[in-house]
């Protein structure tokens, strides 16, 4: 497993995860084993919006001995007290549920108590006026809870949440049909979405994506608006090149299935390569990068994908990037305009002019 380092808290998480939407279908000696596997793998942490309450007592059992080495996720706000899953920002039935979801996972604690689910701010003043929000942030100030998160799909929710100072961790759906406008939770241009990505990169917000196989949409050609098949490995390196992005939960159904997610630990850069995805994007999407780093090898030594991506956090404000841009070996000033990289960028972007715009900034 690789871990990349939440910024609040410092806590090393795996860069894939586990999502607990479909693993509740299983028998509970089979989500028991899914979860064991999944740790013995280096998989350290656990989305617990699940589709089902069955979830809950297997999780319990198989974590009973390495509960301290293991991250969970857990909503304020998904209640599963009636065994199926429900939505709800009433404070008591919140309380009921979390109560529940702790007995039966056996901890008295959670890593991450996410506000769930809130995708119009309506929803945020409804949780506030609720006092499901001052319930978490009790919880936190007692120790129960040792982050606090938020899930939605939309980011103008997101940013007002955002500006109250509290999340630490998002739970955001994040592949390529949201980004460029396709299916029911693209909610936000691809320009707001990438805004927000790097909103949380600056202000040290970890994102935990949901949804990057939207439910295996995108793996099915027949299914799939852009009538192409993308790989799970493909999936999981487009989230992972987004900033922020700390882990990518994809559900597993199964042990396959898990070890099918997994193999892009293993996977090379030509299998985790999405750049096929460029003929697909709309056209105003075109001609920004997206970190994919296809142009590479630079001649010149450059590193295309970081330099961009630390030109595009520090222009949205993030003095950390402007320091680490400082600390590369061969910085955008190192470009010798050979064009290898525009032949090479399948979004259309003029990387060699876009060097030199980058030098000036930092100059």
């Known amino acids: 497993m690789r871990y990349r380092t939440l910024p609040h808290g410092g806590e090393q998480i795996g860069v894939i995860g586990l999502g607990s939407s479909v693993v509740g279908q299983q028998r509970e000696r089979d989500i028991m084993e899914t979860v064991r596997t999944a740790v013995e793998l280096g998989v350290n942490y656990f989305d617990l919006a699940a589709g089902h309450g069955a979830c809950f007592p297997a999780y319990g059992k198989a974590l009973a001995d390495c509960r301290k080495d293991v991250y969970l996720q857990i909503h304020f706000g998904a209640d599963y007290t009636t065994g199926e899953y429900g939505w709800t920002t009433d404070l008591e039935a919140i ?45 936190a100030a007692q120790g129960a809870v040792r982050h606090i998160g938020l899930s939605s799909h939309n980011p103008d929710t997101v940013h007002r949440v955002l500006d109250m100072g509290i999340v630490d961790m998002l739970m955001f759906s994040i592949n390529p049909m949201y980004d460029y406008g396709q299916g029911e939770y693209a909610m936000g241009s691809d320009g707001e979405r990438q805004a927000l990505y790097r909103r949380c990169e600056a202000e040290g917000v970890g994102i935990a994506v949901m949804k990057p196989f939207n439910a295996g949409q995108l793996l099915d050609a027949r299914r799939s608006p852009f009538q192409t098949a993308l790989t799970p490995a493909q999936c999981i390196q487009y989230a992972l090149d987004k900033p922020g992005v700390l882990t990518v939960l994809p559900g597993a159904a199964n042990l396959d299935e898990l070890r099918r997610n997994l193999a892009w630990l293993d996977a090379s850069a030509e299998e985790r390569d999405y750049s096929v995805i460029a003929s697909l994007t709309p056209e105003e999407s075109r001609g920004r990068c997206v970190y994919c780093n296809h142009c590479a090898p630079c001649p010149a030594g450059l590193n295309v994908g970081l330099i961009n991506k630390y030109y595009d956090l520090a222009a949205a404000g993030d003095p950390l990037a402007a320091e680490h841009y400082k600390t590369l070996a061969k910085t955008a000033a190192d470009c010798v305009g050979c064009g290898h990289c525009d032949s090479r960028c399948p979004f259309h972007v003029e990387q060699s002019a876009r060097m030199k715009e980058i030098a000036n900034y930092f100059s």
């Open 95 to 139: 309380k009921r549920s979390i109560g529940w979801q702790l007995e039966k996972l056996k901890t008295d604690y959670i890593d991450f108590g996410f506000i769930h689910c809130l995708d119009e701010r309506s929803d945020v003043e409804a949780y506030e006026k609720s006092g499901a929000l001052q319930y978490l942030l009790d919880m």
